[in-house]
């Protein structure tokens, strides 16, 4: 069964540095990776979405995440946070056809200081 | 993008009763709908696979009888917990995909029983 982890529970960035949230995944086969963003009151956002060929993905809101099969991992990148950004992060990893059958981390909520 | 909707965004019941939760996609016709559970401060968890005019496919560990999914139409599907008592009270979100498309989440609704 897949599984994802996602280490940091909260992080604090000052608004305009560069940002970094981990994830690392369990799964047995290629995988399709997703990032989603949550703000309160609003649903799930998908940010970007890794199915196959260049590892270095580019989202929306300036992030990109970068696949790497050697470390099982899926980082989320921006070079400069906005306040705007302060949010709870998912990274989640798709079994199934298309990977719909989504199975989630447990979240890094960011936290932006002005 | 795509919108989803639910209603009602918060629900307080007493334990013993039933509510039932609308999951809407408002401006596409979604094939395949999605209900998770999130508890306070942890992942998503998916609890249910509906396909139009189908039965729903529940996850390991869900009692179907617990938690009923209709998925009547292309733009509806309900879930109704049956008998709630305090440890349903949970978030509950629902995602809706149009065929070969990615999913797009509600808002989510917040159940308390008391």
């Known amino acids: 069964a897949q599984s994802v982890t996602q280490p940091d529970i909260h992080i604090t960035v000052s608004e305009g540095a560069s940002l970094e949230l981990r994830c690392n995944y369990s799964?047995?086969?290629?995988?399709?990776l997703f990032w989603y963003v949550q703000s309160p009151g609003q649903g799930l956002q998908l940010l970007l979405k890794?199915?196959?060929?260049?590892?270095l993905v580019q989202g929306i809101k300036g992030f990109e995440a970068e696949f790497k099969r050697s470390q099982s991992s899926f980082n989320l990148r921006k070079p400069s946070v906005h306040w705007s950004d302060a949010a709870e992060y998912f990274c989640a990893v798709g079994a199934g056809l298309g990977g719909n059958k989504l199975t989630f981390g447990t979240g890094t909520q960011l936290k932006v200081e002005l | 993008g795509a919108v989803v909707s639910q209603h009602p965004s918060w629900v307080i019941c007493k334990s013993g009763t039933s509510v039932k939760i609308e999951c809407r996609s408002l401006d596409f016709q979604a094939t395949t709908m999605f209900w998770y559970r999130q508890f306070p401060k942890q992942s998503l968890m998916l609890m249910a696979t509906s396909n139009e005019g189908s039965k729903a496919t529940y996850e390991q560990g869900v009692e179907k009888d617990k938690f009923l999914i209709n998925h009547a139409s292309l733009t509806l599907s309900t879930l109704t917990v049956t008998s709630a008592h305090p440890e349903d009270s949970s978030f509950y979100i629902c995602?809706?995909?149009?065929?070969?498309?990615?999913?797009?989440f509600g808002p989510g609704t917040r159940l308390t029983v008391l």
């Open positions: 799964y047995g086969a290629t995988p399709y």
């Open positions: 890794y199915f196959s060929g260049d590892t």
């Open positions: 995602s809706a995909r149009a065929e070969y498309n990615e999913q797009f």
